[in-house]
């Protein structure tokens, strides 16, 4: 289809139609969760550089499952002593963040014929996944942004004082 096609844009330059009808909030919420789940992504890897043995994983270059798996563990194993039950409970929290994120990023499609411009347009989960509830107002995605944000103020001001009286295992960040 040509450009003229669609002759409804966006501040960005993309027609209207191909993401469909939404709240103005909802992709500078969207945007917020997506970019706080990086931020609390590089900090479980950096926790993780302080309590998983390179011989375990490689915390900078594994999938995040699979970090924050081995993290637990030797949290588990190691018991968690000295304010590491914070530590734990972080990453665990972070690991339900980052599958939230995944739901939102890989789940929520837009509902559009771009053939028929005129059929009505929405915001719909792929068929086969995890339901997916917006709420209304968006208050699910609105209590999302307010989790990551949650996360890493609690990270930066509670538990990187913990980590920072751990020997670093693993350098190398990426």
């Not at 590491?84 to 014929?113: C, G, K, M, N």
């Not at 411009?117 to 719909?124: E, N, V, Y």
Request: some cysteine.
């Amino acid at each position: 289809m040509s450009q003229s096609s669609f002759p409804q844009r966006d501040e960005y330059g993309v027609a209207l139609i191909i993401f469909g009808n939404h709240m103005p909030d909802f992709f500078p919420l969207l945007g917020r969760v997506v970019a706080l789940s990086s931020v609390v992504e590089y900090e479980v890897r950096a926790t993780a550089s302080r309590i998983v043995p390179p011989d375990i994983c490689d915390v900078w270059s594994s999938r995040l499952s699979e970090v924050t798996s081995a993290t637990h563990s030797q949290l588990v194993c190691n018991g968690t002593r000295n304010g590491l039950t914070a530590v734990d409970a972080f990453v665990q929290e972070a690991t339900e963040f980052a599958d939230r994120r995944a739901i939102y990023a890989h789940s929520l499609i837009p509902s559009v014929s771009l053939q028929s411009p005129a059929q009505p347009t929405a915001w719909r989960t792929k068929p086969g996944t995890q339901d997916l509830e917006l709420g209304s107002d968006l208050e699910v995605l609105r209590a999302d942004v307010r989790r990551g944000s949650e996360l890493v103020e609690r990270w930066n001001h509670s538990l990187l004082s913990i980590l920072n009286g751990l020997p670093l295992l693993q350098t190398g960040e990426r």
